[in-house]
Nanobody
Framework: QVQLVESGGGLVQPGGSLRLTCVAS????????MGWYRQAPGKQRELVATITSGGSTNYADSVKGRFTISRDSAKNTVYLEMNNLNPEDTGVYYC?????????WGQGTQVTVSS
């Protein structure tokens, strides 16, 4: 089993920045990929960004150029640096990990972009 704990969410004004952190614990050996997803009220959960164990990244078109995902494998931690936030980025942000064929989710952290 893998446990994921997210932190770093909050309320920020449009144009502001936040940094989300996800720490994995438990059976972290051979976690192949980690990523961030978000869910806005009344909408389906959607991919934000992913990063593989080799460092390859993938981003949703809506966040390219504004968000950066990074990973510290030694600390079993993945980060999401979010810049130039806008109200459409509001939602609960979830961390996801893939280990072998199993997926694990964190509890989520709320991000609210509002003036």
């Amino acid at each position: 089993q893998v446990q994921l704990v997210e932190s770093g969410g909050g309320l920020v004004q449009p144009g502001g920045s936040l940094r989300l952190t996800c720490v994995a614990s438990g059976s972290t050996f051979r976690i192949n990929a980690m990523g961030w997803y978000r869910q806005a009220p009344g909408k389906q959960r959607e991919l934000v960004a992913t990063i593989t164990s080799g460092g390859s990244t993938n981003y949703a078109d809506s966040v390219k150029g504004r968000f950066t995902i990074s990973r510290d494998s030694a600390k079993n931690t993945v980060y999401l640096e979010m810049n130039n936030l806008n109200p459409e980025d509001t939602g609960v942000y979830y961390c996801k990990a893939l280990r072998y064929a199993d997926y694990y989710w964190g509890q989520g952290t709320q991000v609210t972009v509002s003036s």
